[in-house]
């Protein structure tokens, strides 16, 4: 079944497309997190987990990072 599935990003290629949605989204808090996983699972579709997305996404819109 996997051989069927796209390939998975890495933890780093999903950090940096987060950052790069923070920007575009202009998020400044985890009020915006939606906005961000919305931003970044469009455009890289079934090749991320949205729940790996949020977790990254969640820990750079923490008010101490």
Do not use: H
């Not at 808090?29 to 790996?52: I, M």
């Not at 996404?57 to 990072?65: E, V």
């Amino acid at each position: 079944l996997a051989k069927y599935l796209p390939e998975q990003l890495a933890d780093s290629e999903i950090e940096n497309m987060v950052v790069e949605a923070i920007s575009a989204v202009d998020a400044k808090s985890a009020a915006d997190l939606g906005r961000v996983v919305k931003a970044v699972l469009g455009s890289v579709g079934a090749r991320a987990d949205g729940s790996k997305v949020a977790e990254i996404a969640r820990s750079k819109l923490a008010p101490n990072s």
